[in-house]
């Protein structure tokens, strides 16, 4: 028999993650469809959620998770610069 190493990366994986059961309120099942119809997993926005809220409780030097709210392209950004261009130089 000739292993197939998808299968190999799949069992590696998911051998780590533990199923649990979740219990929506119809509104959360309602945004769920409307955040899977855009592309998003089910099961990684549960995760992000989770990784988010719990973040105080995780032990070891797991990075507190980023929502991504606070990311700018603006290379600008908090430059000071402008805010003293009229002040004289004593």
């Keep these: ?6 299968r190999s990366v ?6 780590s993650k533990r199923s649990t059961t979740v219990r929506l309120d119809a509104e959360d099942i309602a945004a769920l469809t409307r955040a899977r119809a855009d592309g998003h997993s089910a099961a ?3 995760r992000r959620g989770l990784r988010i809220v719990a973040a105080p409780y ?8 980023t929502t ?8 600008d950004l908090g430059e000071e ?3 003293f261009a009229g002040l004289e130089r004593e």
């Design 1 to 6: 028999m000739v292993a197939d190493p998808l």
């Design 68 to 75: 991504g709210l606070f990311v700018s392209t603006d290379p």
């Design 10 to 15: 799949y069992i590696g994986c998911m051998s």
């Design 44 to 46: 990684e926005l549960i």
């Design 81 to 83: 610069a402008p805010l």
């Design 58 to 65: 995780y032990r070891g030097r797991r990075r507190p998770p």
